[in-house]
């Protein structure tokens, strides 16, 4: 979809769902930034007439995906219709099968959504976490996501990492003690997530943005 807002083209309409883990305003700053128009909502249904969805995220993952409880099967239905799905931080990790952070120790796996196979774990006893602050991003693969970010710097916070079954689902790496999945994508390519934080990452971010509008609108 492509309307005109005074003087500035909006490229496609974006649905930011509010689980109550979000960083809701930056993000969506961003988002308009990069041609969006973005409604933050709490209601699936929302989903329907949206060109693409965000999912944000911040926190612990087993709360995560508590709040997200009533959004998995809407956001199923979307996935499986092709509408674009991105997730930012804990928003790219709930995308994966499931994550070893439960929310007290010793309760095992805690399911994801499972819509790119894989797990979240932990950085190695010893390394410093959270890992946060700004890394070098390395693309593994064309995605239109990464278009422009080859060797670009991105601005992570986070303690815990993907481990894809796949490693065609690994857009992108970075580098913290160990090689991890900085950007990944499932194999339609429809529903993808940065570990780090775009709307925080200056004009790599707005790229990765834009990026992800353009898209949406080519949908």
Known sequence: MSTTQGSEETLADVVMVDYGLGNLRSAKRGL????????????????????????????????????????????????????????????????????????HAGEGEVEGLDFIPGRNVRFAEGQKVPHMGWNELNVQCNHPIVDGVDGEYAYFVHSYYAVTDDEAAVVATADYGVEFPAVVANDEGTVFG???????????GLTILRNFVEFCADQ
């Open 32 to 103: 308009e930034r990069a041609g969006a128009n973005v409604v933050v909502s709490d209601d699936p249904a929302d989903f329907e007439d949206a060109d693409g969805i965000v999912l944000p995220g911040v926190g612990a993952f087993s709360e995560g995906m508590e709040n997200a409880g009533p959004f998995r099967e809407p956001l199923a239905a979307a996935a499986d219709e092709g509408t674009p799905i991105f997730g930012i931080c804990l928003g790219m990790q709930m995308l994966l099968t499931s994550s070893e952070e439960a929310a």
């Open 194 to 204: 940065t570990q780090f934080h775009p709307e925080k990452s200056g004009e790599t």
